[in-house]
């Protein structure tokens, strides 16, 4: 399981590995860069992988202002799907899935804005 170590504007660690582009966080590897359809705004299709993936909890971080739209569309077809969905500035987001004991989690992070 991965665990995040450190996170500021732009840089993230997770297990001791340091990353300065955006990042989709599974319990065996991590996804980087990750690109977007629109750099701040969710589509499900910037979602591909954690779909194929099935993860009980998924964590969204929206930046650290909370720059990127997470659309309410997208929450509900995700929990339709039987996903969780924790959505929350990249900070909190940080803090979240580091707290979460499910066994696939997984977090999707916006680094910057």
């Known amino acids: 399981m991965k ?4 996170y500021s504007f732009g840089r993230i660690k997770i297990d001791g590995t340091e990353y300065s582009s955006d990042v989709i966080i599974f319990p065996e590897r991590v996804l980087h860069p990750w690109w977007r359809k629109e750099g701040h705004y969710l589509h499900m ?3 591909e992988e954690v779909l194929s ?3 009980e909890v998924l964590v969204i971080g ?7 739209r997470v659309p309410d569309e997208i929450v ?9 969905v924790v959505v ?3 900070t909190e987001a940080v803090r979240s899935y580091n707290g979460l004991s499910a ?3 997984v977090a999707a992070l916006h680094l910057t804005c």
């Not at 665990?3 to 450190?6: C, G, W």
């Not at 929206?62 to 990127?68: A, D, I, Q």
């Open 3 to 6: 665990k995040i170590s450190s």
């Open 45 to 47: 299709e910037d979602l």
């Open 53 to 55: 993936y099935k993860p």
């Open 62 to 68: 929206t930046g650290y202002s909370g720059v990127m």
């Open 76 to 84: 509900k077809k995700l929990q339709s799907m039987g996903i969780s």
């Open 88 to 90: 929350q500035k990249t």
């Open 103 to 105: 066994e696939k989690k």
